[in-house]
């Protein structure tokens, strides 16, 4: 018996989440005595797999058909299902990202498995039956659910977990799935944007602005400060809608969904629906000049003042640090 930990690429380069899954994999895998094998799918180079072993994970198998040079829910989802009865898992790890939302309860329903989308923690054993914690209400509340089947399917949340490093060296297996015709007549087109920016699901710091900055002229700012810390830029819906900010920056219950460990909210009131995506955030800084802003209440460090003095000055401060 074994664990099958499925990481995730952009372009060729594991993605964070990837690290954190192979991670999260090890320490269950130390709870279990299992093995960790890692799957990946699609063009990665060898210099990129070997980087699994920095986690503990001896052994990658690599999917590197044409047919699967795309993202397509369904096929991925049939060749993780595949992988992971070959070599005999009772538990697929993967991150519970944007795709791993898609494959999760795929993969679980074609192995006949329990689902545990959205964990935080590793999970309780006691023989066949694991207890996992999970994020609910909007991050409100954790739920412990109790996953009862033999075969378990856990999607991490990003940025839930610390990735632990202690490396071995990897040995690289490459496997060649059934891919079945009907798996591949959707295709959902991933659309990379060349920039030089942090990605806003994978960033470990978010810098987000509301109506507070009142205009699209004032973000200068606002990219200035994620440049000084490396981080990915956000911005509440009122901001999207209006045009000011790309929509995929708009965080919130109908936007994106980000636990960075760092949040830092400038000029945003931090209503209900804004606090659904960003309130599992490890830190939250807030920068409002009304002392009675909602979002001081979830804060964990507040500044009261105008964003316009605030924040060049925290500019300064960071870049003489
Ligand atoms: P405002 O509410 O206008 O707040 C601006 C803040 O800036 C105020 O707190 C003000 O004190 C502060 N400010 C003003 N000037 C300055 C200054 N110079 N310096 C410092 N602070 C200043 N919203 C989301 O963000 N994400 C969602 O996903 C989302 N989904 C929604 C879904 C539904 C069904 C509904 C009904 C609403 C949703 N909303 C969402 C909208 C949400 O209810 C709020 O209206 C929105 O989040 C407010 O955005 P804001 O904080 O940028 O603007």
């Known amino acids: 018996m074994s664990i099958l930990v499925y990481i995730e690429n952009v372009e060729g380069a594991l993605k964070k989440s990837a690290f954190e899954s192979l991670s999260y994999g090890k320490a269950v895998g130390d709870l279990t005595g299992e093995k960790v094998t ?3 799918i699609g063009n990665v180079s060898q210099e990129e797999l070997n980087k ?3 986690y ?6 690599e999917v590197n058909s044409s047919d699967l040079g795309q993202f397509v829910n369904q096929a991925y989802a049939s060749v993780i299902a595949e992988v992971a009865k070959s070599i005999d898992a009772q538990t697929v790890i993967l991150s519970n990202s944007f795709s791993g939302k898609g494959l999760a309860p795929r993969i679980a329903a074609k192995l006949g498995a329990a689902l545990a989308d959205g964990a935080i923690s590793l999970p309780t054993i006691s023989g066949s039956i694991w207890q996992i914690q999970k994020s609910v209400f909007s991050n409100k509340a954790i739920a412990t659910e109790e996953l009862q089947e033999q075969k378990k399917v856990i999607a991490l949340t990003p940025n839930s977990l610390e990735a632990t490093e202690s490396a071995v060296p990897v040995a690289i297996e490459k496997y060649e799935p059934q891919v079945a015709a009907a798996d591949l007549s959707t295709v959902i087109k991933d659309i990379v944007r060349a920039t030089d920016k942090v990605s806003l699901p994978e960033a470990d710091i978010v810098v987000s602005a509301g109506r507070g900055l009142k205009g699209p002229e004032n973000w200068a700012m ?3 400060l994620a440049d000084v810390l490396g ?15 790309p929509h995929a920056e708009h965080v919130g219950q109908t936007g ?7 949040y830092i909210a400038i000029g945003i009131s931090g209503a209900i629906q804004h606090l659904a995506g960003v309130s599992a955030s490890k830190t939250i800084v807030v920068i409002n000049k009304d002392p009675e802003a909602p979002f001081f209440k979830v804060a964990d460090y507040g500044i009261v003042g105008d964003a316009f003095e605030v ?3 925290l500019i300064e401060a960071l870049k003489a640090y």
Request: with cysteine; hydrophobic share 45%; charged share 20%.
């Open 56 to 61: 503990g994970v001896e052994k990658v198998i």
């Open 311 to 313: 924040v060049p000055q």
């Open 222 to 224: 606002v990219e200035e």
């Open 231 to 245: 981080a990915a830029t956000a911005c509440s819906k009122p901001v999207s809608d209006a045009g000011w900010r």
């Open 52 to 54: 699994v072993g920095q």
């Open 256 to 262: 994106l969904a980000v636990t960075p460990n760092l």
């Open 38 to 40: 890692a799957l990946s």
